[in-house]
T-cell receptor
């Protein structure tokens, strides 16, 4: 079983739609959680960190469910510019320098 | 402020050849990382450094060596390239290690595409 699993998609949605991605992680001791965004043939960039209480940044909302070991990303009012691959990233152990990256979920937003 | 830069952007090697990938950051970050990204797989950590003069193995270190002689530079070397090392290589840096709060964000360079024939 992969340490971090994501549905590869693609999720194909119209502009203005709401879309949600889930990501599951296998290590219950995982401490830090992030969503990164990666455009085609570009480097990953931090979208948002995921806190225990959940957090919101404009149209983006991230949630953490430790009991079920998953994190989620909700995008409201999708824009064409949201088309990208979204990477779920987990820091698996305390004091570990190792981030585990999921293979990503691809989102396509159509006009 | 260029952030993280990588050279070269693209390279083709023959099996057995050697090369060095250069990563430079101008953010005064202590922590630097080398990852590789392959289709259908997440980024995997090759080596990392927690400060000038230090290096450590990541998840997939075999076939690679690294050096961090200056704080701003992190070099990744392939001594004898193999087709299995065909990949996209990303360098990243952070002020703090993962789990340490706001400074833990990793900033990535634009990547080096390597093809080994």
């Amino acid at each position: 079983r992969k340490e971090v699993e994501q549905d590869p998609g693609p999720f194909n949605v119209p502009e203005g739609a709401t879309v949600a991605f889930n990501c599951t992680y296998s290590n219950s001791a995982s401490q830090s959680f992030f969503w990164y965004r990666q455009d085609c043939r570009k480097e990953p960039k931090l979208l948002m960190s995921v806190y225990s209480s959940g957090n919101e940044d404009g149209r983006f909302t991230a949630q953490l469910n430790r009991a079920s070991q998953y994190i989620s990303l909700l995008i409201r009012d999708s824009k064409l510019s949201d088309s990208a691959t979204y990477l779920c990233v987990v820091n698996t152990r305390p004091s570990s320098y190792k981030l585990i990256f999921g293979s990503g979920t691809r989102l396509l937003v159509r006009p | 402020n260029a952030g993280v830069t990588q050279t070269p952007k693209f390279r083709v090697l023959k099996t057995g050849q050697s090369m060095t990938l250069l990563c430079a950051q101008d953010m005064n970050h202590e922590y630097m990382y080398w990852y590789r990204q392959d289709p259908g797989m997440g980024l995997r950590l090759i080596h990392y450094s927690v400060g000038e003069g230090t290096t450590a193995k990541g998840e997939v270190p075999d076939g690679y060596n690294v050096s961090r002689l200056k704080k701003q530079n992190f070099l990744l070397g392939l001594e004898s390239a193999a087709p299995s090392q065909t990949s996209v290589y990303f360098c990243a840096s952070s002020l703090l290690p993962p789990g340490q709060g706001h400074g833990e964000t990793q900033y990535f360079g634009p990547g080096t595409r390597l093809l080994v024939l």
